[in-house]
């Protein structure tokens, strides 16, 4: 039997891609190694960050702008239990402020630039000496595992769609309509849409930059503080190793970590202990307990974005790949499975 689509890899792209096809009229198969939902994700946050402005990344930021009335529309209906309106604050020099309140102007978004030393903010964060405070009126969190429940819950009640957990498929052998399953097993289908954490490195065309396996560090702050109110996500904290920190929507967790701290080899556990007292130390609050992860991700770098969008269809095998799934992903979800679900329901490539 010849089924619509198969979509492997069950993280938010592969959750939303499914329920895009499935509304669209096709059968869908949703696979995952592990279980459904998995834990391990990176999708499996209690807090992501969906912001317009990405001044380094001219392919995520229209992405980003076309996801927003999805989760604006999401945040209603759930009367603010999945996500809330926030700001983004950084810690910059001041000409980077100058030259990124321009690029905020020209898009239409409003920013202001302080001391830190003027805003509530300094009273929970210890930022750094001689830099200005960049806020961006253009954020928004997401209560990243409510939202994937929620999706797997519609899925569940589209007839047309079929869960498969713990079904690892062998993509580097799959192709032209035939996923390889364990064993000798195989089924045909019009289309295989791939969304693992793994691209498909060895089929992919020669053009295209090749995304990176990274190890990003990071700990959950289980908060305990009357001011927790005042925490937002904040995308540098003006250090040499660009602290940042994302709050839970309730802000009961604050997911806290540094760029220096993502590394091409998963670091050995007193690396991480290092990780942990540096960036405690950006804290002025109380909290009960920290939770470590080291989470596996790929990556293309923003500055070779442009040449390399984030999802691309096999010229030989016909697999349409989604091959670098970093935390980024998450925010454009919306607008990357509508693009996915109109390219292989009716052909259209944007």
Known sequence: MRRDIAVVGAGITGIMTALACARKGAGVDLYDAKHIPNRENLSWASGRLWKHIHEHNSCLEPLAWASLAYWEALILRSRGELGCRTESLRLLPPEDCLQLERHYRALGTG????????????????????????????????????????????????????????????????????????????????????????????????????????????????????????????????????TWCVPSPDRSILKLSASAFSFPDAPRADVVEACRTYLLQKLNIRYTRVEPHVSAYYEIPSEKRPSSPYWYTDPQTGVVTVDSCDASIFKIAPALSDQISQHVINGVTL
């Open 111 to 242: 920013c202001h630039i302080q001391t830190p030393q003027s805003c509530e903010h300094s009273g929970v964060f210890r930022f750094a000496a001689g830099k200005q405070l960049f806020t961006g009126h253009d954020a928004v969190l997401l209560d990243a595992r409510k939202i994937c429940l929620l999706l797997l819950d519609e899925l569940a009640e589209c007839r047309n769609v079929t869960l498969h957990s713990l079904t690892p498929a062998e993509m580097n052998a799959s192709g032209n309509g035939v996923l390889c399953l364990g064993g000798s097993d195989s089924r045909t289908y019009a289309t295989i849409v791939s969304t693992t954490s793994q691209p498909q490195q060895e089929r992919q065309p020669a053009t295209r930059e090749r995304a990176q396996i990274r190890y990003q560090v990071h700990f959950d702050v289980h908060v305990n503080d009357s001011r927790r109110g005042l925490l937002k996500p904040v995308l540098h904290f003006g250090d040499d190793r660009r």
